[in-house]
């Protein structure tokens, strides 16, 4: 009986290690995650300081009305909030996409063919109760941009076009496209001989309702973090999300055990490109003119989310709920910058470089983020009563991208 007990209480001793030292790569893997983005941004401001510097500004009265300009009130949160929202449902597709080992580029052209297509929506049932066009027209925005992912998403996978450049190409195509249909079909008749590239002021009832409170906030912000959980649940919760990230990690361990490997691969920019889409079309029913506006340019539109949300994603370490405080950073820093403009009488052009110093540095991280996870993970498994091994290099998919769970 002595024995027994001996042997258990053993058993016991063995295992507290075991869990302390599970316990310590639990808490110090997070820790990391944030720690590193969190440093990269501390040090591209520090950069940009010596640039406000360099143009004889203040960078601590500039940094205060960034600050004060993004989070400074109601009125401010609301505006860094619509700005994020974009990025959000972009980044979301990217971390999709991402995930299965395919990149996504696209982001652009995905927007402004879910706004197409959620545009033509609401002029063919303009009728239609709010209840049922306003939904109506975000799913008219997912089938778009899903479809415009779709396209390279096939390309990759039956004729092998690389997906980077297919992509690009393919915001492009959406860009003139948008432009031809402005120029005459979709043109707003109301504005007589002088041709402005817009529609008409559609209907209200695909008005997308303000939230209370008094500022602009609108849906489209909620509908954006709800389609962040889904975006988690489809890629953490569901066997469709473990094909997914399998295919990410192996292709052709993948095919060995049966998964529909090329299937998968559009799949995953099929649903990338609804995520930009449903970004499209609140782009055009959450906006104060309610008109799909080509003036300027695609990218006066879109405001370059395509762009800005594969940021916002690496910097959410392609989690979906992490890309939702990963967009609202951005999204301030976007409405804070035109504030600090106005307050230093700075050129335009500083504030988008202080933007793209950020986006720069966040990305130079990334590598680190991973090395210092994976010296994490050694720390715990000493702690357990493993032998550490020095950090190893980090698994990667079939096209030599980093891949993680994490």
């Not at 979709?186 to 002088?194: M, N, Q, R």
């Not at 940021?311 to 910058?337: C, E, R």
């Not at 403009?341 to 130079?364: C, D, H, R, S, T």
Request: aromatic share 6%; hydrophobic share 50%; charged share 10%.
């Amino acid at each position: 009986m002595n024995t027994k007990h001996d042997e258990r209480a053993s058993g016991s001793a063995r295992d507290e290690p075991i869990s302390s030292g599970r316990t310590a790569a639990s808490l110090l893997a997070p820790l990391v995650g944030l720690a590193v983005p969190a440093g990269a941004v501390v040090v591209a401001l520090s950069l940009g300081a010596v640039m406000l510097l360099a143009l004889g500004a203040n960078p601590i009265t500039g940094y205060a009305a960034l600050i004060d300009g993004a989070f400074g009130g109601w009125d401010e949160l609301a505006d860094t909030s619509i700005k994020a929202m974009p990025l959000l449902l972009v980044g979301v597709g990217i971390c999709i996409a991402f995930r299965a080992g395919v990149i996504n580029i696209g982001g652009e052209g995905q927007i402004i063919a879910g706004a197409i297509a959620s545009t033509v929506v609401a002029l063919a049932l303009p009728d239609l109760p709010r209840i049922m066009l306003v939904p109506l027209v975000l799913v008219g925005g997912a089938v778009g941009g899903g479809i415009w992912g779709a396209i390279p998403g096939a390309l990759k996978a039956y004729a092998g076009v690389n997906e980077i450049l297919s992509t690009i190409m393919m915001n492009l195509v959406a860009a003139q496209f948008l432009s031809f249909l402005l120029q005459d079909l979709l043109t707003d008749k109301a504005s007589g001989a002088i041709k402005i590239q817009q529609t008409e002021r559609l209907t209200e009832n695909a008005d997308l309702p303000l939230l209370p409170g008094g500022t602009r906030l609108h849906l489209g912000v909620l509908i954006a973090i709800l389609i962040a959980v889904l975006g988690y649940v489809l890629l953490f919760r569901s066997a469709l999300g473990v094909r997914l990230r399998a295919v990410g990690h192996n292709a052709n361990a993948s095919r060995y055990a049966g998964m529909p490997v090329k299937k998968s691969i559009v799949q995953a920019l099929a649903f990338s490109g609804a995520c930009a889409g449903v970004a499209g079309a609140v782009l055009v029913f959450g906006s104060e003119s309610h008109r799909l506006i080509a003036e300027g340019g695609a990218s006066g539109f879109t405001q370059s989310a395509g762009f800005n949300g594969i940021v916002a994603a690496l910097f959410g370490g392609l989690s979906p709920l992490a890309v939702i405080p990963a967009s609202f950073f951005f999204g301030g820093m976007l409405t804070g910058g035109i504030a600090l403009q106005q307050e230093l009488q700075v050129p335009a052009a500083l504030i988008v470089a202080l933007n793209g110093i950020v986006v720069l540095f966040v990305v130079a991280s990334l590598k680190l983020k991973t090395r210092l996870r994976a010296w994490a993970e050694a720390v715990g498994s000493e702690g357990s009563g493993g032998t550490a091994s020095p950090p190893p290099e980090p698994a990667r998919g079939p096209a030599g991208r980093e891949a993680s769970d994490g």
